[in-house]
């Protein structure tokens, strides 16, 4: 059962989380930036289907604004999404009403039982809140996982945003641009976000630094065997990732790997 917060905790989150995808960010990362969502749906549920697992709960983390979780829902699974953004919440109620979205840290809120976890967008990399373990994270996973359970999620690597040159876009209701700072030795990225968004006959400004955790995979891997996982890598979500971009299909400890 997914807990209520206290109104502290909402304070707190708010607090912890402002600037993180809000109204206008959410907007324009749903209608332009949208791809990677749509191409990771059908083979999350390819792989959950090739390990068995063809209906009950997922638990998807950092569910954006509801791509992945209107397409698992349309094939049959009951579908929890958490997601720290309120703006994005809002826009993923209207994009998958069969789904259920709770507002909140993946690194803090409770998981439902559940027959697989899934997660996509590096939403595991972001530096949001306070709380930020991922051996926390796997192990609470691991708990919500019944044997044979599966983790599906992608990440970034140390070879995420190296050589990244900044970037725009500009559409007819909205532009983007993305200034990014690459901390090696800290093993860090971070994007100044800057929004312009059509509102009336003029332009909204809106600004957003996002601040994102890079991983050796090793690690990682060693990180969910801790936890009870056997781990294997992929490279892509039909098509192959972007350098620096990771994806793991780990499988709690219980059944034989087919």
């Known amino acids: 059962m997914l807990p209520a917060a206290s109104r502290g905790d909402e304070r ?3 607090d912890d989380v402002r600037g993180f995808y809000e109204t206008d960010l959410a907007f324009v990362h749903d ?5 990677h969502a749509q191409e990771a749906a059908p083979f999350l549920i390819e792989r959950l289907r090739r390990r068995g697992i063809r209906n009950g709960r997922i638990a998807d983390l950092g569910s954006g604004s509801g791509l992945p979780a209107r397409e698992l829902c349309a ?18 109620r209207k994009t998958a009403p069969a789904a259920r979205f709770v507002q909140g840290s993946v690194f803090e809120v409770d998981l ?14 972001y530096v949001v809140g306070r709380k930020n373990s991922l051996p926390a994270l796997f192990a609470r ?3 919500a996982l019944s044997a044979g359970g ?25 532009a983007v641009t993305v200034d990014y700072r690459h901390d090696r030795a800290g093993r860090r990225l971070e994007r100044r976000i800057t929004t312009f968004r059509r509102v009336g006959k003029a332009f909204r400004r809106s600004d957003e630094v996002h601040r994102v955790r890079l991983f050796q995979p090793s ?31 780990a499988v709690k400890a219980g059944t034989t790997t087919p």
């Open 12 to 14: 707190r989150l708010v």
């Open 31 to 35: 209608d332009g930036f949208r791809a």
């Open 75 to 92: 094939a049959g699974y009951d579908v929890v999404g958490i997601e720290v953004s309120a703006a994005m919440v809002r826009l993923a």
């Open 112 to 125: 439902p039982a559940c027959a697989a976890v899934v997660s996509t967008g590096e939403c595991l990399n």
């Open 141 to 143: 996973v691991a708990g």
């Open 150 to 174: 599966v983790f599906l999620f992608d990440f970034a690597d140390l070879e995420r945003g190296r050589g990244a040159r900044p970037m725009h876009r500009i559409e007819r209701d909205w």
């Open 219 to 249: 690690e990682i891997a060693a990180q969910l065997r801790d936890a009870g996982f056997r781990v294997r890598f992929f490279r892509g979500y039909g098509t192959r990732f972007p350098r620096g971009l990771r994806g793991i299909e």
